[in-house]
């Protein structure tokens, strides 16, 4: 479980006093998620999520994350709203860490989205590309291709350990997406890591999209190609291109894609694979055995790469060629 920071009853209350949403009631820590510490707080006036900001979240950052998620909340996306203290502070530092309060939002998360739900979250994945037009702070994806070449030197030899002949597949991937990656599609924020775990539903539609740390600027398209390796294949690792078309169809309805956009989905599609193939086999060798939660499997993005990889026509994606 995810609890890394313990907050007391006291510690918990001397926070809510700086604001105006009555007195805690009740205070439970949330098992999910692997990045930061998430307590679930119910006051006198309803619930809300208090995070404690660990290690993996630069501090730096933490403006934008959370100007990002005040700006899009102002337009109804379904976002978690920050809540701002008396004085307007979002930042707190709580048990030596940064602390913020933030709005509950109501809804569950699947494990294995069926064809509706790859419909509802294209077209929610396309308004909130349109919903964060105009934000005006920047952050660099620091998990494009030169946070990729850094992991995969960091990888070093463990590359082999994992698979035989998984180094030189990475460097002559990394080669061919260094001399490949498009540069002049339509940018913007994007989420960066909008996967199943990180969508509430509620009666079908989306009611809330959470974890917004690694949002950055960067390609839409790219974005999309996340969402479509996340949401689109099945867990015997076969792609289903129902899925996909749904998906695509709905984000389209939403926000055309440019035919660029659409012919470059394949090499978005493998950075896309290759950057969580990355994090996740670092991640298999920088997590102790005894730590709270267990890496995913570096597998599962291997497989996704591969199929990308043999993709011949975008009608593999369920696209008109
Ligand atoms: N605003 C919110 N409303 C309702 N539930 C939330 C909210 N924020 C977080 N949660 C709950 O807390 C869990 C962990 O949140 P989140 O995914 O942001 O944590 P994380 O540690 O950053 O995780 P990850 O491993 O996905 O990076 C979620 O799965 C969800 O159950
Ligand atoms: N979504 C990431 C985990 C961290 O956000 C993954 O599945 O590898």
Request: with cysteine.
């Amino acid at each position: 479980m995810a609890v890394y920071t313990e907050v007391t009853a006291e510690e918990l209350a001397d926070l809510l006093a700086g604001y105006d949403i009555g007195r805690p009631v009740s205070m439970k820590g949330i098992a999910e998620g692997v990045e930061n510490t998430n307590y679930l707080v119910t006051t006198e006036q309803g619930d809300f999520i208090l995070t404690l900001y660990e290690k993996r979240v630069a501090c730096g950052d933490l403006p934008f994350f959370i100007g990002l998620l005040d700006y899009l909340a102002a337009q109804s996306v379904p976002c978690p709203v920050p809540i701002h203290d008396r004085a307007g502070q979002v930042l707190h530092t709580l048990c030596d860490r940064s602390a913020a309060l933030f709005s509950f939002l109501p809804g569950i998360s699947v494990r294995r989205p069926s064809v509706a739900q790859c419909t509802a979250v294209g077209a929610e994945l396309a308004k909130l590309h349109l919903a964060g037009r105009g934000f005006d702070m920047r952050r660099e994806n620091d998990l494009s291709l030169a946070g990729w070449e850094r992991l995969r030197e960091d990888l070093g030899d463990h590359a082999d350990a994992l698979w035989e002949g998984l180094g030189e597949l990475l460097d002559s991937e990394l080669a061919f997406l260094r001399a490949h990656w498009p540069d002049d599609l339509p940018d913007g924020v994007i989420h960066a890591d909008l996967f199943p775990d990180n969508v509430l539903f509620l009666d079908g539609d989306v009611s809330g999209m959470i974890d917004f740390y690694f949002a950055c600027n960067d390609l839409l398209a790219y974005d999309i190609a996340i969402c479509l390796n996340a949401w689109c294949f099945e867990v015997d690792h076969s792609f289903n291109i129902t899925k996909a078309r749904a998906f695509l169809e709905s984000y389209r309805s939403v926000r055309p894609m440019s035919a660029a956009e659409t012919e470059a989905l394949p090499i978005l599609a493998r950075g896309a694979a290759l950057r969580f193939l990355l994090t996740r086999a670092y991640d298999w060798f920088h997590t102790a055995p005894d730590a709270y939660v267990r890496p995913k499997s570096p597998d599962e993005y291997l497989r996704k790469l591969r199929f990308h990889q043999r993709v011949k026509s975008l009608s593999e994606y369920g696209l008109a060629p």
